[in-house]
């Protein structure tokens, strides 16, 4: 099943001039790992990636990461 990326994510740290690099790093990963959960081509973000990043950034989890 091909899922479709967090396109409202992406558009966010773009607007907000955040690069995946440095939101990988607060979330502790690799910045390839971050590149493929946020297109969503291998892997996906945990629960707990997903709360950390809407509490960071006060962002809400049913706008931004639902399907």
Do not use: W
């Not at 992406?10 to 607060?26: H, T």
């Amino acid at each position: 099943m091909i899922r479709k990326p967090y396109s409202k994510y992406k558009v966010f740290l773009s607007d907000n001039g955040i690069r995946y690099k440095d939101e990988a790093c607060y979330l502790g990963i690799d910045a390839s790992t971050f590149s493929q959960k946020i297109n969503r081509t291998k892997s996906d973000f945990t629960f707990d990636e997903v709360k950390a990043i809407c509490k960071h950034h006060n962002l809400s989890l049913e706008e931004y990461f639902s399907d």
